[in-house]
């Protein structure tokens, strides 16, 4: 079992930055793929990014160049540095976790998921 918890979300105005945290239960080198999803208001929960223990990254193409995922398996925490943020960004942002990345990049099901943190970019 992984227990997720996520932190750092808030309101900030577009063209601003945030950083996400995801603290696991457990060691994250234990952990193959985590991920972020992002779900806003009547839409579809989406990948947002993507990274592997040996550290290769995905990304939506929506936060290409603007959002960086990384790992500190020392502290087994997760990041997602977002900068530039716009409007369409506001959404409630989700930490995932697999041994599978397959069921995080493609399939959308990781087995662990954190409660969410809300993100609102204001115009």
């Known amino acids: 079992q992984v227990q997720l918890v996520e932190s750092g979300g808030g309101l900030v105005q577009a063209g601003g930055s945030l950083r996400l945290s995801c603290a696991a239960s457990r060691s994250t080198l234990s952990i193959n793929a985590m991920g972020w999803y992002r779900q806003a208001p009547g839409k579809q929960r989406l990948l947002v990014a993507a990274?592997?223990?040996?550290?290769?990254?995905n990304y939506a193409d929506s936060v290409k160049g603007r959002f960086t995922i990384s790992r500190d398996n020392a502290k087994n925490t997760v990041y997602l540095q977002m900068n530039d943020l716009k409007p369409e960004d506001t959404a409630v942002y989700y930490c995932a976790a697999d041994a599978n990345l397959y069921l995080i990049v493609v399939r959308g099901t990781p087995r662990y998921w954190g409660q969410g943190t809300q993100v609102t970019v204001s115009s």
């Open positions: 990274i592997t223990s040996g550290g290769s990254t």
